[in-house]
């Protein structure tokens, strides 16, 4: 399984790292990864994958531990409620 990291998503053909790159554009907005069951966005950074064969593009985050929420992150809307523990999450 560890090949598929540059295995296109779409259609299997095997993606050259640092073939293509994609980079943000100044006018558009930056894309954020949002943890919605905490109110918390958190900016992170998203490598692209471009599949010169099939031409999809898919992103990927190079330290997943980057998504965790530490307790340095605050909710962005200060009104937030954390959702509330269910029975349906045990
Ligand atoms: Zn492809």
Known sequence: MTDNFDRCTSCGEQILRGDICLRS?????????VRRDH???????????????????????????SLK????DKPVDPGFRSKPIL????
């Open 87 to 90: 029975e349906s999450d045990f």
């Open 39 to 65: 109110g918390v966005e958190k900016k992170i950074p998203l490598q692209p994958k471009v599949c010169s064969k099939c031409g999809a593009v898919s992103f990927f985050v190079r330290n997943p531990d």
């Open 25 to 33: 554009s100044k006018d558009m907005e930056q894309i954020m990864v």
């Open 69 to 72: 929420i530490n307790s340095s």
